[in-house]
């Protein structure tokens, strides 16, 4: 399994199923005349399933941008992308919710727990929106925060939780509907280095799957070793890519 | 995902409270004064809603309203009791009188004069002594509400005296009677005695009152009345609304209320709106991340709608029972005047509606135009 990049245009190759998400010649524009700003030019790049690849690069270097295109919540200039053998481009607005409620799952970075809904009710929020009863909900949920150490807390309110332990229940929603890809905005920024540190090994336990896309965006190079590879952004283009370990070396050795 | 919409709404406990409180002060105040305003057209014509068993009132062309007298000749009554189709008509006088007391104290009163022979026009229940003694000399029945003006907390006792254009009145009963627009005492006497109470004229009938003969209706009858005699003649429910319309249209009675109610609305509307709007914004990031987790937007618009529906009806049925409660608290208190109808009620829920669709309205379009990639921001 591989990632693999360009910054320039390569050629139009067909996607050929191997990987989650397929990025080709992607390009965002911001406004326009004087105000235009350049989030994404010509990046081309494959995630592959079965691995958590990690997006970094300093703030304002299109990461953001680029899981936002990649999760259907925002449209590009131009440039095409596929996840998990679907254009995104060519869904209609609805048929674009749809596949993002049942394939893709989200960790924000602020939790976006609903304040008023219990652990269990948080993370049974995916399946309610499938469409399941809410007891049927719940009780799927209540065993996936058991699966993520919140058993015990699955009737708190957020607010009776720490930071570390929001950022559980929000992975035990991400996952609960058993989504194909799943996108991590900055997961750890809200936490101190343990609860990042925990956050990031229980996302390596519980979220890497063969069938399973994870992609964490972050900026904190301390869990950089979770990765499996390592895609590195500067203004608007990929970098380069590489290996958690390539990396480390890299930085240790200056270069 | 109802029941998330109703636990995001109720969950931020100061913001639920404070949209239902809008609401309920909105409706409140919109029903409240709208009861009151009801209750006082009420009493303008509830001298004629009294009146039972003559569906008909003969009057000068003139007249515009119950209070608004043009005495008419004797000779008319008996012009319409020869219109064909009038089962019997008779005279009832209606005016003001003033009286003197023992004390030397002076008080207005409406009085009603009835036939001396029937005693059509006469009260339906008495409180206290006989209809019949009504024809001895010089009686006259009060209402108990004026007793009670005239004698605050004094029980009830009949053979009280006062004068009526120097003539001598005796108290021989008390009735029940719903207050007037003018809330002066009423006092009902025989039409022969009525006339003594007050300064000769040459013309003192005040109205004719009948009924069709049978096989007419009263509508027929009205009508060959106003055709055979000149005179002005409606059906008791027609005559009502005359008057309810005349208060309506030639005093600031409704614009007064109208301003209350409409204050009530603007207010209910403001409180409620943006209260209903802050508690949407500051939710927009929990709405983001239920659109970017396949929330479509016909979903987010119902739970918004929800959230509305379900203040509303909570501000609505506090608001008009609060109103209602109000109106039976105050029920003893005559000089309050108290109805509400289903119209009422039905204004008041239209407008908490509207608040209701008003404050959706302006959340619902920030929710419909967010991008859910903001809760990457």
Same mark, same amino acid.
């Given at each position: 399994m591989s990632a693999l990049a360009s910054s320039a245009a390569p050629t139009s190759a067909a996607f050929d199923g191997t990987h989650a998400v397929c990025v080709r010649e992607l390009s965002k524009v911001f406004g326009d005349g004087d105000g235009r700003v350049t989030a994404l030019q010509d990046v081309t790049v494959d995630i592959a399933a079965g691995e958590m690849t990690l997006l970094v690069g300093p703030s304002g270097c299109g990461k953001t941008t680029l899981i936002s295109i990649i999760a259907g919540l925002l449209e590009p200039t131009s440039g095409t992308v596929e996840v998990l053998g679907q254009d995104l481009g060519r869904l209609s607005n609805g048929k674009l919710v749809r596949f993002r409620g049942e394939k893709i799952g989200f960790v924000f970075q602020q939790y976006n727990l609903l304040p008023a809904l219990t652990a269990a009710e948080n993370a049974a929020v995916p399946l309610v929106i499938a469409g399941w009863s809410r007891q049927r909900a719940v009780a799927r949920a209540t065993e996936v925060l058991d699966s993520v150490g919140l058993g015990s807390r699955?009737? %708190?309110l957020p607010s009776q939780l720490s930071g570390g332990q929001q950022q559980r229940v929000a992975i035990a929603r991400a996952l609960v509907h058993e989504p194909r890809l799943l996108v991590c905005d900055e997961?750890?920024? $809200?936490?101190? $280095?343990?609860?990042?540190h925990a956050v990031m090994e229980l996302l390596r336990a519980v979220a890497i799957q063969p069938d399973r896309a994870v992609i964490v965006v972050t900026h904190d190079s301390r869990v950089f070793e979770f990765g499996d590879r390592i895609i590195s952004m500067s203004d608007g283009a990929i970098e380069r890519i590489e290996t958690p370990a $390539? %990396?480390?070396?890299?930085?240790?050795?200056?270069? | 995902m109802s029941w998330i919409a109703l636990r995001m709404l109720t969950g931020d406990r100061s913001k639920y409270y404070g949209i239902v409180f809008g609401i309920t002060f909105a409706s409140l105040l919109i029903a409240q004064q709208g009861a009151i305003f009801c209750g006082l057209m009420l009493r303008t014509s509830s001298q004629i809603a009294d009146i039972q068993g003559a569906d008909i009132w003969v009057m000068d062309p003139?007249?515009? #309203?119950?209070?608004?007298?043009?005495?008419?000749?004797?000779?008319?009554?008996?012009?319409v009791r020869g219109v064909e189709g009038v089962g019997w008509a008779v005279r009832f006088y209606k005016g003001l009188a003033r009286s003197r007391f023992s004390d030397g104290k002076f008080q207005q009163f409406i009085l009603l004069g009835l036939d001396d022979a029937t005693l059509v026009g006469a009260p339906r229940e008495m409180v206290q002594g006989s209809l019949d003694d009504l024809r001895q000399p010089d009686a006259v029945i009060m209402d108990e509400g004026g007793y009670k003006y005239l004698w605050p907390n004094e029980p009830f006792e009949l053979g009280r005296t006062f004068e009526m254009n120097d003539r001598r009145a005796v108290l021989v009963g008390l009735c029940k009677a719903s207050?007037? #627009?003018?809330? #002066?005492?009423?006092?009902?006497a025989r039409y022969s005695q009525a006339t003594m109470f007050v300064p000769r004229e040459r013309k003192l009938m005040s109205f004719i009152l009948a009924d069709p003969a049978p096989g007419w209706t009263s509508q027929q009858v009205c009508e060959q009345i106003q055709q055979q005699t000149g005179l002005l003649a409606k059906t008791r429910e027609e005559f009502i609304w005359t008057t309810i319309m005349y208060y309506m249209i030639r005093t600031g009675i409704p614009i007064n209320f109208g301003i209350t109610i409409s204050l009530g609305f603007v207010v209910g509307t403001a409180i409620a709106g943006q209260t209903f709007y802050l508690f949407v914004i500051e939710n927009l990031r929990q709405f983001g991340a239920l659109k970017a987790m396949g929330v479509t937007n016909i979903r987010i618009v119902?739970?918004?709608l929800l959230q509305a529906f379900v203040v509303g009806l909570l501000g609505y049925g506090l608001g008009v029972g609060a109103a209602t409660l109000f109106g039976e608290l105050s029920k003893e208190n005559m000089t309050l005047a108290y109805y509400m109808p289903w119209q009422v009620l039905a204004l008041t829920g239209g407008a908490v509606f509207f608040i209701g669709i008003l404050a959706s309205l302006l959340s619902v379009r920030r929710v419909l135009v967010l991008e859910p990639g903001i809760v990457f921001r």
């Open positions: 699955a009737r %708190s997961p750890t920024a $809200a936490l101190d $280095a343990h609860s990042g $390539a %990396s480390m070396s890299g930085r240790e050795s200056g270069t | 003139g007249v515009q #309203f119950v209070d608004d007298i043009k005495p008419m000749s004797e000779n008319e009554l008996y012009r207050p007037t #627009f003018q809330t #002066f005492p009423i006092v009902y119902g739970m918004i």
